[in-house]
């Protein structure tokens, strides 16, 4: 029986609130703010992430053992609420936290007993090893290999577009381990660790000139039997877990203006900035502001939908709308920015920010658009999952791997 099971909602919302009133204090929060950093925790938001874990909020969903309280969808609503209302973060992650979940739903035990706490409290840093020169929309022709050896698998191939690969401990690592059967059944999920002589990280450098992601060389890189995620070549539902946690993620917001202007709604800041430039009484501009803020409100009721729809345990795929819708109004945002400015938006640097945000913007609403799949991609999916059309031809889904035509070079 789950400590919190029993409690009215009343209880747990007085009980949260308790907890926050004596344990989230200004000094924590404004240390919090002070160091945040693009990559990876700060010390300030590790040590608060910590008491957050040690009080069981952190993924109050969850079972008491992985540090939760078992509570139900809509009692962890009720915690996440009082976290937002109170500006705390770390709560809410047995939803948001994509490495935790997915290890927690498909992980071996000896590895979710080392790595589950440690993601929870933010002290290990991740990447995706996922996309491949040959491979991003049409992910399941990776082309990076496994072969076991004895207690181990040694790795050999190459991703691209990794995020954060430079500064992770792991990463969720797709690699073919079958290539006689037809390329979805022929990969395995590990928990590859990225600090070791066969991983090379190289920087590549951004449209927005900022250097996020990189390609990782892998040659001869060991990873240990017992951080494979699933059954051997079952990897590609493995993929579909954390794809789905990493979609309703990217459904529910995104970075916003790099001026580190604060940053407040929508509605406010088009208004705000026509107001400014003197043409709030263009209909145009009129029309083109309320349909940036209807697109967004719609979001938020379609997310809404979507989660109620995975709290019953039903297909995810209409997260994929959340996605697709969020990458049109970040796209449509920027693109009204820049009309509200007209010629001042080809300004740059310091002294113009508000030109510099909506070219940074215009240029960062890629990050959605084409981050974990592209808006292409999302719309095959949305055909075919949620409005029924009939699948796209796919010449080498039953044929073994090793026979698909190619003119990547043979591993
Ligand atoms: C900001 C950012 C961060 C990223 N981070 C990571 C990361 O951490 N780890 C990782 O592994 N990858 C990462 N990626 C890579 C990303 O997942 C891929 O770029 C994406 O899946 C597209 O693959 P691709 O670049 O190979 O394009 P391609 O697959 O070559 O696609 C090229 C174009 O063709 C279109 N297209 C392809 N197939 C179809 C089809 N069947 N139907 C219709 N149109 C199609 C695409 O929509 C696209 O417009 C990141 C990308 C970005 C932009």
Redesign the pocket.
């Known amino acids: 029986m789950s400590r919190a099971s029993n409690l009215s909602d009343t209880d747990l919302r007085a009980e949260v609130r308790a907890w926050l009133a004596a344990n989230w204090t200004q000094d924590k929060a404004q240390a919090i703010k002070q160091s945040q950093a693009v990559w990876g925790a700060s010390d300030a938001l590790k040590a608060w992430l910590g008491e957050v874990v040690e009080a069981r909020w952190a993924a109050p969903r969850w079972p008491e053992q992985w540090f939760g309280r078992g509570l139900s969808n809509d009692q962890g609503k009720i915690v996440e609420r009082e976290f937002a209302a109170a500006g705390a973060p770390g709560t809410g992650q047995c939803r948001t936290n994509m490495w935790a979940n997915t290890l927690l739903a498909r992980g071996q035990p000896a590895l979710q007993e080392k790595l589950i706490g440690p993601l929870l409290r933010n002290e290990v840093n991740m990447?995706?090893?996922?996309?491949e020169p040959g491979a991003?929309?049409?992910l399941a022709g990776i082309r990076t290999r496994a072969d076991r050896d004895g207690d181990h698998y040694v790795v050999n191939g190459q991703?691209v577009?990794?995020?954060?690969a430079a500064i992770a401990d792991y990463g969720m690592l797709i690699a073919r381990t079958d290539w006689d059967v037809p390329k979805h059944l022929g990969i395995s999920f590990f928990f590859c660790p990225m600090k070791q002589d066969g991983i090379e990280v190289r920087p590549l450098r951004q449209v927005t000139n900022e250097s996020h992601?990189n390609e990782v060389f892998i040659t001869d890189a060991v990873v240990p039997a017992e951080n494979l995620l699933g059954d051997l070549n079952t990897g590609w539902k493995v993929l579909q877990t954390a794809l789905a946690y990493e979609r309703s993620i990217m459904g529910e917001g995104a970075r916003g203006a790099r001026s580190g202007a604060q940053e407040s709604k929508t509605e406010e800041v088009l208004i705000q900035l026509a107001r400014e430039a003197g043409v709030l009484d263009d209909s145009v501009l009129r029309q083109d502001i309320a349909q940036a803020i209807a697109y967004k409100k719609l979001n938020a009721l379609n997310t809404a939908r979507a989660k109620a729809d995975m709290a019953q345990g039903t297909s995810s795929s209409v997260m994929s709308l959340g996605k697709l819708a969020m990458s049109r109004i970040l796209h449509e945002e920027a693109r009204v920015r820049t009309a509200i400015l007209g010629a001042d938006s080809l300004l740059e640097g310091g002294d113009y920010p508000r030109a510099e945000d909506a070219n940074f913007l215009t240029l960062n609403a890629?990050?959605t658009s084409?981050?974990?799949?592209?808006?292409?991609?999302q719309r095959?999916i949305i055909g075919e999952r949620v409005l029924g059309l009939p699948k796209?031809p796919e010449v080498d889904k039953t044929i073994a791997f090793r026979d698909v035509r190619t003119n990547v070079q043979p591993t």
Request: proline letters at 0%.
């Open positions: 990447c995706l090893l996922y996309s991003g929309s049409d991703k577009w990794t995020s954060g992601f890629y990050f084409i981050g974990g799949g592209t808006d292409q991609i095959n796209e």
